[in-house]
């Protein structure tokens, strides 16, 4: 969820920067939608090397800003890094202490964690006298670490952001000298989470006093006492989260009074998780109401129905946070302008609420709604319904967050209302009907969001309901089960002005110059993961489309075309300003000179510089022929010189003349073909075999369409083994045939009607099978015979596909299968389809698989 939702929101944020979506109210939520990512958590590609005076290792991240030490027995002392970075993490160390000196040469840091090194005891005072510029740090899960001493932090004069969350601490009057401002000059932050000190006393931040601090975290610290006048050393506080804790109402009330009294002004609020039941504590509220919080966090307590005088009325509100609260109904005026005239901010996810069903939510002053993840769970689902015209009042609404709810359909009076609407979501729905003129009354929609909904189970999308889309910047269509886009309708011409396309994990397999012409603006077009194959006609050289960034990743392109090589050489020469970005990965190439060499003769004459140097760059590997497969198509282009293509070319040149000139040579190219047709014959008459067989099932078809005639197949599966693993074979057809429900296996020896020509044979019962099994196991793939018939099987299947996703072959491979014995065929087969392995640890599982597959039709 979070990913999809970092997606979302990184897409506004991040890459288009006019995203004025929310101006004043964009620190806010970004925040709350888009929380930090954990940097610290992504891949460490770069090994920085092991310290050889610590033991410890050292890794950092691509972009070298982040270095990460660990090394569980061995990192007993602080490591030395030599190189510079902007953030050094220690972690899982058996580091029992630090002294000065030891961070002296590290004064250029901007951040620093010492985290879970779970001997850590002690921290010399001064040690990090050095570290001037330090903005944060995070001394956080050293359980072992009890006391912070008075002189710990001297020196760190920048440092703003201080986090001990998790440590052994207990007395928070044993650590707070050390925050002095004297010592902390520039502290703004400090989270003292998850530390067990059960009581906030009231000289707990005396030592404090004068400290600019303005957001302090104290959750899940097993409080059940805060003293009122506890939090007035702080003048400077703003933001107080007490998530977690053991207080009453009663407590939290006196403490607010007592910095209202005293004129603090208090303006974010966080009472996460305080087990309050049923409904806000109503005396609480009313308190809350009369002091300067503006952001207020009710969320993981408990308000299965919030009605319409739950609340008070709370003038001051900006954001509420109610998400996780079980809320089952809201009552139509429960946030109505009157009891909050400032609230912008709502947000009810993790809910579960049924939808909207009062007429017009009467929220006018909203700006952001969220209402994502109203599900329930898989054996208690709620299913999300919005009923006609329930936006007619929210003409302010700038986000709508509709993702993870089980909402079926959405039509043209789903949205009416929602004039300014700038970001829709509706990701990870169950949408599978979009009805005609459903997006038009939002006008101003710039950011679209459906991924991961089943869009085109039962239907086509049509430029009809993307109508009025014409200021949409964004559109994620990610896993939407798309097949095709047809030209005669194009969905893309209602949204002339989209900057990113993202059409990431779907079913194309080709994508034409007229669907993309009408895209002139285009940016990042995200392809991945599809099947698409290859281009012959350049898509951008013709519809004049320049995206800076193009994601192929993970398709079966299987062929550099020149048009492809066309189309990248558009792009690096349009560039402008933008960093061009193409990425290629894992694809099916194929290296040798029938698909590469004219691209290559193409860019070393007429490539840019930008192009040839892409190449040099990249890193996208060949599959097949064996002897480049793995290796680079850059290493495979450099070498393409030396080897025969040339020759290659020269025979195509020659072929040319050939059909060129009508001379005796055309005589002669005729007499080699006869001579060809007679030595193949045996493979002629099996591909006539196969049009016939083609033209048979299509009349078959027609037939069956009539109603006239309906063939059973004789046998449920033809099994395609070799004599090397008759043993298996048997086994299976004692495991399918003698056990109920029985099938009715094709096995070559037995099965086989004594005299007739063996291919002849062959053919016959896989016409009369509905399932062709292979068994295919290193001898199967050596012995020419079971090729032969794999590629029978294999044409067999494609001459069946017609569109339903009934697919007669079935794989099994038996043990590990060398890769110089895999014909293209049977190589293709194994890495786009899905097979079963044979493991005789777990036969049973196996064996009931197999029976699955087989009787589903
Ligand atoms: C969203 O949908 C995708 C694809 O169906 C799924 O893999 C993912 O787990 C879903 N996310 C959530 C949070 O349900
Ligand atoms: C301390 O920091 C200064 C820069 O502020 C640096 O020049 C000096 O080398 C550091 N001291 C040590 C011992 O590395
Ligand atoms: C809240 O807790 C305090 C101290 O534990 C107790 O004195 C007070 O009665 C409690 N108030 C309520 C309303 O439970
Ligand atoms: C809080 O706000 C009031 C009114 O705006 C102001 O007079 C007072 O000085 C503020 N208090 C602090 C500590 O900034
Ligand atoms: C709100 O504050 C006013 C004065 O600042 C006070 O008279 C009133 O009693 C307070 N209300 C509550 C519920 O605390
Ligand atoms: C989708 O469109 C194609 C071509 O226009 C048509 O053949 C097909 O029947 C349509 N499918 C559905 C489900 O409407
Ligand atoms: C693109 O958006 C601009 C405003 O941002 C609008 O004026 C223009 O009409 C849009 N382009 C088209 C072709 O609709
Ligand atoms: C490229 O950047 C320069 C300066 O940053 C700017 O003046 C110029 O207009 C930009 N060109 C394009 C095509 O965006
Ligand atoms: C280079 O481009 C020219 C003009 O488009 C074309 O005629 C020529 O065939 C290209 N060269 C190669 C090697 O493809």
């Known amino acids: 969820m979070w990913l ?286 009369n002091t300067t919080v503006e952001r207020l966090t009710l969320s993981n307590n408990q308000f299965e129905i919030i009605s319409d005088d739950t609340f008070p009325t709370m003038t001051n509100i900006k954001v509420l946070e109610l998400r996780g609260v079980s809320a089952l109904s809201i009552g139509p005026n429960a946030f109505e302008p009157k009891k909050f005239p400032d609230l912008r901010i709502l947000l009810l996810s993790g809910n579960n609420l049924p939808g909207i069903h009062w007429k017009h939510i009467s929220n006018q002053q909203l700006v952001l709604l969220d209402l994502s993840l109203n599900k329930g769970t898989t054996s208690n689902p709620m299913y999300f319904e919005i009923d006609r015209g329930a936006f007619l009042d929210c003409r302010e609404l700038r986000v709508l967050n509709l993702a993870f709810n089980r909402m079926k359909s959405i039509f043209d009076y789903t949205f009416i209302g929602l004039e300014k609407l700038k970001m829709l979501n509706l990701e990870n729905g169950t949408i599978f009907h979009i009805g005609d003129g459903t997006f038009k009354p939002m006008r101003y929609l710039e950011i679209l969001n459906l991924a991961n909904n089943p869009l085109t189970a039962n239907e086509n999308l049509t430029s009809a309901m993307f109508e009025g889309l014409n200021e949409l910047k964004i559109l994620i269509l990610k896993n939407c089960g798309i097949k095709h886009f047809y030209n005669e309708d194009n969905v893309f011409k209602m949204m002339p002005n989209l900057t990113h396309l993202i059409l990431r994990n779907n079913e194309l397999y080709y994508i034409t110059p007229e669907l993309l012409k009408p895209l002139k603006n285009l940016q990042v077009l995200d392809l991945s993961e599809n099947l698409l194959i290859s281009w012959g006609k350049p898509l951008f050289l013709v519809s004049g489309l320049k995206p800076h960034s193009l994601y192929l990743t993970d398709n079966k392109i299987s062929h550099f075309t020149l048009a492809m090589i066309q189309d990248m050489n558009i792009l690096f020469e349009n560039k402008g300003n933008f960093t061009i970005e193409i990425d290629l990965m894992d694809n099916l190439f194929i290296c040798d000179c029938a698909s590469m060499y004219k691209s290559y003769a193409w860019l070393q004459v007429n490539g840019s510089a930008a192009l040839k140097e892409y190449f040099r760059q990249s890193n996208f590997l060949c599959s097949s022929p ?95 083994y070799c004599s090397e693993d008759r043993e298996f074979v048997s086994e299976m057809v004692n495991q399918l045939e003698r056990s109920p429900p029985c099938l009715k296996l094709c096995i070559y020896e037995r099965d086989f009607e004594i005299g007739s020509f063996i291919s002849e044979a062959i053919l016959g019962s896989i016409k009369e099978s509905r399932y062709i099994i292979l068994i295919i196991s290193n001898n199967f793939a050596k012995s020419q015979w079971c090729r032969w018939e794999t590629q029978l099987a294999e044409y067999h299947r494609l001459f069946l596909e017609d569109g339903t996703t009934y697919d007669p072959l079935v794989l099994i491979r038996i043990g590990n299968v060398e890769s110089k014995y895999l014909t293209t065929t049977l190589k293709f087969l194994l890495k786009t389809k899905i097979y079963l392995s044979w493991d005789e640890r777990r036969s049973d599982e196996f064996w009931m698989k197999l029976r699955g597959v087989i009787v589903k039709n």
């Open 4 to 289: 999809g939702r970092t997606l979302w929101l990184l897409l506004c944020y991040v890459q288009y920067t006019k995203c004025n979506v929310l101006e004043e109210y964009e620190e806010i939520s970004r925040n709350i939608l888009y929380p930090p990512e954990d940097i610290i958590a992504n891949a460490l590609p770069i090994e920085v090397g092991k310290d050889r005076s610590s033991g410890c290792i050292c890794r950092s991240t691509k972009n070298r800003k982040v270095i990460v030490c660990f090394g569980n027995y061995e990192c007993k002392k602080f490591p030395k890094v030599n190189r510079q970075s902007e953030m050094l993490v220690v972690r899982t160390t058996v580091l029992p202490e630090v002294r000065v000196g030891e961070l002296d040469s590290l004064y250029y840091l901007k951040a620093l964690r010492i985290e879970a090194n779970h001997q850590l005891k002690y921290l010399q005072p001064g040690l990090f006298r050095n570290l001037t510029t330090l903005h944060q740090l995070s001394i956080s899960y050293n359980t072992a670490l009890h006391v912070i001493l008075e002189g710990t932090f001297d020196g760190l004069k920048s440092l703003r952001e201080l986090i001990l969350v998790n440590n052994g601490f207990t007395n928070i009057l044993r650590i707070a000298p050390a925050f002095q401002p004297t010592k902390l000059p520039s502290l703004r932050k400090l989270d003292l989470s998850e530390n067990s000190f059960e009581m906030i006393p009231e000289n707990a931040f005396q030592s404090m006093r004068g400290s600019p601090l303005r957001k302090l975290d104290i959750n899940l610290c097993r409080l059940d006492f805060i003293h009122p006048d506890s939090f007035l050393h702080l003048e400077m506080l703003q933001e107080l989260s007490i998530g977690e804790n053991d207080l009453n109402s009663s407590i939290i009330g006196d403490f607010l009074i007592s910095l209202k009294k005293n004129n603090r002004n208090l303006t974010h609020l966080d009472l996460n998780s305080m087990g309050f039941r049923k409904h806000p504590p109503r005396h609480l509220m009313e308190i809350i109401a």
């Open 626 to 720: 064996d002897v480049w497969e793995d290796r680079r198509v850059a290493d495979y282009f450099s070498s393409i010189k030396n080897m025969r293509c040339l020759m290659y070319e020269k025979i195509s040149n020659m072929m040319l003349l050939v059909w060129t000139a009508p001379s005796i040579v055309t005589l002669i190219f005729l007499a080699l073909i006869v001579a060809f047709v007679y030595k193949y014959k045996l493979y002629i008459t099996y591909w006539l075999f196969l049009a016939k067989l083609a033209l048979g099932r299509k009349f078959l078809k027609q037939s069956k369409a009539e109603g006239l005639q309906v063939i059973c197949p004789k046998y449920d599966a033809f099994v395609s």
